[in-house]
């Protein structure tokens, strides 16, 4: 299966900032990984939040969107729901692609 | 000026804390105030924050809510509750929907806040609202200070009327304690008073150009007003050719005896240069003759609603106006009060000249020390 592709339109003038923003984005996907595999609900729900927060600050709203359901399923303890998301996340950083205009 | 004070920004330069655990968030929100013009600093924690804070304060806060440690909430509070710091705007960055967290942050004291995720519209419209408010702040600030300074210059020069530069400043600048200072009619105080005349103005009224006597008795009152100011002590009054000076008057001097007589032998030696140049030019012997004695006497203002004198009145000042009658050019007449505290001065020399002397509305004549000043 070919792996789904994701435009998104930046501002230019954040270009210089985005290799940095996405090279943190896939740490976090890790760190969000071992949080899982810990049990570790409360990180699950802080890197949840800070995901909601910065993404679509970037415009990246659909991470500001996955940030939202793993912050809610870290509340709710719903491991399926978040790994769900964990995967989508990865997904999606895999597929993406910055326009900047 | 305190720490804070210089650690103040340039006047016009606008700059910003980010305060955001989120390397990614605080980035990104340098870059947009960047944008504005705005010289912003990141600070990754509440510590740091307040750290810088103290360092130099910026004009602006843009806090986080949740970090490890302390809290945007805390940080804010902590602000607030600073004096120093508390004018600082605060700007806390919330979610949405996060209503606690507002509430919370109203209760901080926070001045604003910024939905995240952060759009950059918003960002910048509270931004430039904020620094237009900083600004007015700013200008406002500065017409105070002006007008502050206005009033001080203009308070000052009213002391200097009286006092000397030094006591004014000192007065102006809370560093005597004012109580009783400037008492009211009602009030006595034990001061020292100095009387000093011209002796010769008789003969300059008479062979002096009247146009040349007013800048001639400028010239007198100038190096007496000096001399009196020398040695702090307070001009009540200025008639004819005569000086009243007090010490221990507004404010306390425990030396006040000891002052009068320096400044009565600083009038004498201050005036000597122009009495040599009275004489040469217009033939006119001419000297200073003081006296000076102690007592307690009224302090006040006297005078119509339209038209008072800050002065005082007594015995004191009586005795010390008719000894100035009675010395002669060069002459300081002291008057037995005076004496009393004049003993580390004087001490009980036996070579000092005493003299007897009858005072108009003395029974008995009173025993005053001639101190004769030598003009270098």
Redesign the interface.
């Known amino acids: 299966m070919s792996a789904e592709s994701f435009t998104v339109t930046i ?1 230019k ?2 270009e210089d ?1 985005i290799p ?2 996405l090279k ?1 984005r896939r740490q976090e996907l890790e760190t969000l990984r071992s949080a899982l595999s810990a049990g570790d609900f409360e990180q699950l729900r ?1 890197v949840g ?2 995901m ?7 415009g990246f709203g659909k991470i ?1 969107l996955l940030g939202k359901r793993i912050e809610d399923g870290a509340k709710g303890t719903d491991r399926a729901g978040i790994e769900a998301s964990i995967a989508e996340y990865d997904q999606y950083l895999a597929g993406l692609k910055v326009v900047y205009e | 000026m305190s720490d804070l004070a210089a650690g103040q920004a340039a006047q016009g330069e606008f700059r910003v804390l980010v305060v955001d655990d989120d390397a990614d968030m605080a980035t990104f929100l340098a870059h947009l105030l960047a944008g504005e013009g705005i010289r912003t600093e990141i600070a990754g924690d509440g510590s740091a924050a307040l750290a810088k804070i103290r360092l130099a304060p910026p004009d602006l806060v843009l806090c986080d809510v949740l970090m490890p440690g302390l809290s945007g909430f805390d940080i804010c509070k902590k602000l607030k509750d600073n004096a120093a710091t508390a004018l600082i705007p605060v700007v806390l960055l919330t979610a949405l929907e996060d209503h606690d967290s507002r509430v919370r942050g109203i209760e901080a004291g926070a001045d604003d806040f910024i939905a995240k995720p952060v759009r950059r519209e918003e960002l910048v419209a509270r931004v430039r609202t904020l620094r237009k408010l900083h600004q007015t702040r700013r200008e406002l600030e500065a017409r105070r200070e002006n007008e502050e300074r206005m009033q001080r210059e203009s308070l000052r020069r009213t002391f200097l009327r009286y006092i000397s530069p030094r006591v004014a400043d000192q007065l102006l600048d809370g560093r005597i304690d004012t109580t009783g200072a400037f008492r009211n009619l009602s009030d006595r105080a034990g001061v020292v008073a100095l009387f000093a005349d011209l002796r010769g103005f008789t003969h300059l009224s008479e062979t002096v150009p009247p146009s040349n006597v007013v800048p001639m008795l400028n010239a007198f009152f100038t190096e007496l007003t000096a001399a009196a100011h020398e040695h702090e002590g307070t001009v009540f009054s200025m008639a004819g050719d005569s000086l009243l000076v007090g010490f221990n008057v507004p404010v306390p001097q425990p030396d006040a005896a000891e002052r009068a007589v320096a400044a009565g032998r600083s009038m004498i030696r201050r005036f000597a240069p122009i009495a040599r140049h009275w004489l040469a030019r217009h033939g006119l012997a001419a000297g200073v003759g003081v006296g000076i004695e102690a007592g307690d006497v009224v302090v006040g203002n006297v005078g119509a609603p339209s038209f008072m004198s800050y002065t005082i009145i007594g015995d004191a000042v009586n005795v010390a106006a008719r000894l100035m009658q009675i010395a002669a050019a060069n002459e300081i007449l002291v008057g037995p009060r005076a004496l009393l505290s004049l003993g580390r001065l004087l001490g009980r020399s036996t070579a000092l000249d005493r003299r007897e002397v009858a005072l108009r509305g003395k029974a008995e004549p009173v025993q005053v020390v001639v101190l004769r000043v030598v003009p270098e």
Request: overall charge neutral; cysteine-free.
């Open positions: 501002a003038d954040l900032l940095t923003y943190n802080q939040h800070r909601r927060g910065v993404g679509d600050s970037y500001t």
